[in-house]
Each structure stands twice: as C-alpha cells, then as structure tokens.
T-cell receptor, first 115, second 113 residues
Framework: EADIYQTPRYLVIGTGKKITLECSQT?????MYWYQQDPGMELHLIHY???????EKGDLSSESTVSRIRTEHFPLTLESARPSHTSQYLC??????????????FGPGTRLTVT | AQSVTQLDSHVSVSEGTPVLLRCNYS??????LFWYVQHPNKGLQLLLK????ATLVKGINGFEAEFKKSETSFHLTKPSAHMSDAAEYFC???????????WGAGTKLIIKP
C-alpha cells in the first residue's frame, strides 16, 4: 500500500476563493508530481519536483502554483478558483534514480468543484 | 513525439472469460511502458512495466502484457476475468527526454456476472 496522502478528498468552493490542495508522502521519495484528470480522460501533468526547492511546470498549462520546502510535502495552490478548474487532482511520488522506468505511487486524489 | 492510443474506451467481458485491453504507442526511442489500474475511489496502482528486458511482462493479479516492437503495441491480457478486475486501465509511455509519463485515455473494464 502506497503511503501518499491527499487532503481534502472532496472540495466544493466558490469562484474567486484561494485554495490549497495538500499532498504528503512518507516514502522518502525525491520526485513528486501533480496531475489533472477529467472524468473518463487521461492524466495530464501540471507540476513536478525533483526534490526540495525544485519545481517544474508540466505539459498542461495551469494557473496553479506549487512549492517544495520539505521532501515529504508538495502542496498545490490556486490563488483564485474558477469553474474551469473543476477537475480531479492527483498527487504522485517516485524515487529519482535517473532511470526511465521509475514507478510512480499515487494518492487517492482530490475532487474539486468550483461553483 | 511520444503518444499512446488505447483502442477501446470500454471493454465488457463475462466473468471467467479472457481479457484483452489494447494499447499502441509511438516513440522515437526505445520506450518504457506501463499499465496502471484505477479502481473507484482508490489511487492509481502499477500493474506492470516493460523496460527493455523480457518482452512478455507479468504483473499483479494475473495480468500480463507483451511488448511487440514491430506492431508498436503493448496489449494487456488476463486469461480469466474476475469481478474484482472491474476498473479503469491506463497504458503509459515514458518520455525519453525527461522521463515524464504520457498517459492513454484509459479503458474501462466491465465484468458481467
């Protein structure tokens, strides 16, 4: 069982609010990721990090920001939520060995609805 | 550029019959390929991965996949479906430039009793 946690699991919030989605892992993994997934669709990478103080943008443009101050913690923040941000957000982590085939471990996801 | 195509959005089989979930990829280099499974209200879990060793890869829960370079395919199979196999299955290829994953759109596996 992967030890990666996301809170909240479900969030309904009004337009214009600032929100932070939490992600923590206890496996000591260096690399962490945020994906966005719409129902019935593929995952799109929005942010990733190689380690502390490292953050990179993924292939899907996103208005969110991330930070990596501690190895185990990788929160995602939306400064001003909009209905277009309604989606499921998945956090993942992996060892960073430089190998092409590092397995990613996923959290249960946060389902965000912006009204 | 790398891409992944899962040929069926839904596959429905009867319990006890074989399962085939199809995946084709395109990649400029020798890819790493994965199958992940997503059960309702649970996190994604790795089923199996191909990393240029044996072309027939065995995974968890009786699933296996065969890498066929000539057909650029990585189909997932299981000899006998179980009700607990009902889930969404994703085929994934690892990008060569920065090792990011490219995800297929998913195939929903439905098991009929």
């Amino acid at each position: 069982e992967a030890d990666i946690y996301q809170t909240p699991r479900y969030l309904v919030i009004g337009t214009g609010k600032k929100i932070t989605l939490e992600c923590s892992q206890t496996m000591g993994h260096d690399k962490m990721y945020w994906y966005q997934q719409d129902p019935g669709m593929e995952l799109h990478l929005i942010h990733y990090s190689y380690g502390v103080n490292s953050t990179e943008k993924g292939d899907l443009s996103s208005e969110s920001t991330v930070s990596r101050i501690r190895t185990e913690h990788f929160p995602l923040t939306l400064e001003s939520a909009r209905p277009s941000h309604t989606s499921q957000y998945l956090c993942a982590s992996s060892d960073w060995t430089g190998a092409q085939e590092d397995e990613q471990y996923f959290g249960p996801g946060t389902r965000l609805t912006v009204t | 550029a790398q891409s992944v195509t899962q040929l069926d959005s839904h596959v429905s089989v009867s319990e006890g019959t074989p399962v085939l979930l199809r995946c084709n990829y395109s990649s400029s280099y020798s890819p790493s390929l994965f199958w992940y499974v997503q059960h309702p209200n649970k996190g994604l879990q790795l089923l199996l991965k191909y990393t240029s060793a044996a072309t027939l890869v065995k995974g968890i829960n009786g699933f296996e996949a065969e890498f066929k370079k000539s057909e650029t395919s990585f189909h997932l199979t299981k000899p006998s479906a179980h009700m607990s196999d009902a889930a969404e299955y994703f085929c994934v290829v690892s990008m060569d430039s920065n090792y990011q994953l490219i995800w297929g759109a998913g195939t929903k596996l439905i098991i009929k009793p």
